[in-house]
């Protein structure tokens, strides 16, 4: 997988878990994550993210259980 690709799905995974995750060293921007936030959560209201973002700050109802 490219270094890009890898990228793009680590910025979508902090994005869909923006809610859950509130350390910002993950996030890279020069601004204030907030405004992200906001962003983030009215899109998730209009329907725009297909996944939709996390809303459980329980890791154990996001992780599937080992076969």
Known sequence: MSDRRVILLQSKAYLLMINVIHNDEFLVMKRSPEPLRKTANILDK???LQSGLLKSKNIQYIVQQPK
């Open 46 to 48: 209009l329907g725009f």
